[in-house]
């Protein structure tokens, strides 16, 4: 049974192919939804492209979305294209290299104000225009991190802007439910992608996480594309306004040591 025949999905943030967006997207194309993909920045279109080669995507759109003028003119073209939409995927988060390197009480208004309006603000822009598009209802899904909860070393910006997108997950479910729009935000353990690697020091996150998670392993994109599949099915037709974890187990833990360390 294929879990999305018939659904028409939006998919911002594919970078490459290391994307969660990327693990995402064939979850959904396996379970027969229609995709659109969105990239953030020119450079990345000689690599998304290809992917939406690779599984039939016909709609691939540049979109700034710190730019109101060029995300009104994708959701036209979306509109034009699609008609309508079931689902939408915001796999957005941006911050200054320099903000991700030292301290957050150094973190500057500019860097700030960027972190916050590329990875949270961008969420409530989109919502407002894929709402008219989904007269029947539909889903709207978003990717945070632990580091929105619980300081994370040279996160930093980018937890307090995860944070807001948490926040702004609840309040959109409050908006949009009774319009029969469900909006939830999945929370992936460290996974290496182009987002991560401007995290100073992210290859000790994921070895730290990997022996300290419950299951003793990292997460990888086609899990986040699995645990989004079933959120924007029927089968979570009854959850909004969650933060659902693929973090491993990771954070249930109060004391993040094997216990094998602990004599």
């Keep these: 049974m294929k879990l999305l025949e018939g659904k028409k999905?939006?998919?911002?943030?594919i970078a490459n192919k290391r994307s969660i967006a990327w693990g995402i997207a064939q979850a959904f194309h396996e379970h027969g939804a229609e995709l659109g993909f969105s990239y953030g920045i020119p450079q990345l279109e000689r690599r998304v492209r290809p992917l939406a080669q690779q599984i039939g995507v016909g709609f691939v759109e540049k979109c700034?979305?710190?730019?109101?003028?060029?995300?009104?003119?994708?959701?036209?073209?979306?509109?034009?294209?699609?008609?309508?939409?079931d689902i939408l995927v915001h796999s957005i988060g941006y911050a200054l290299r320099e903000d991700l390197e030292g301290r957050f009480v150094d973190t500057s208004r500019e860097g700030f104000k960027t972190a916050l309006d590329i990875s949270a603000y961008s969420l409530?822009?989109?919502?407002?225009?894929?709402?008219?598009?989904?007269p029947d209802g539909g889903s709207i899904i978003s990717m945070t991190y632990y580091g929105a909860e619980k300081v994370v070393p040279h996160y930093n910006v980018m937890g307090v802007a995860k944070a807001a997108l948490e926040a702004s997950t609840r309040y959109l479910a409050a908006d949009l439910g009774p319009q029969g729009i469900r909006v939830n935000a999945i929370s992936a353990g460290?996974?290496?992608?182009?987002?991560?690697?401007?995290?100073?020091?992210?290859?000790?996150?994921?070895?730290?996480?990997?022996?300290?998670?419950?299951l003793r392993r990292n997460v990888d994109q086609r899990e986040v594309g699995n645990t989004a599949l079933w959120l924007c099915s029927d089968l979570g037709s009854g959850v909004t306004g969650e933060v659902v974890y693929v973090d491993a187990g990771y954070h249930i833990l109060?004391?993040?040591?094997?216990?094998?360390?602990?004599?």
């Excluded at 700034?64 to 939409?85: L, M, N, P």
């Excluded at 992608?193 to 998670?213: D, H, I, P, W």
């Excluded at 109060?254 to 004599?263: A, F, Q, S, T, V």
């Design 9 to 13: 999905a939006l998919i911002f943030g």
């Design 64 to 85: 700034d979305v710190s730019s109101d003028e060029e995300t009104d003119a994708v959701f036209q073209k979306a509109a034009d294209h699609f008609g309508q939409i």
């Design 124 to 134: 409530v822009a989109l919502a407002r225009r894929a709402a008219p598009l989904m």
């Design 190 to 214: 460290p996974i290496k992608t182009l987002a991560a690697a401007g995290v100073s020091g992210f290859r000790k996150m994921l070895r730290y996480s990997e022996e300290r998670n419950p």
């Design 254 to 263: 109060g004391m993040p040591e094997p216990p094998e360390k602990w004599d």
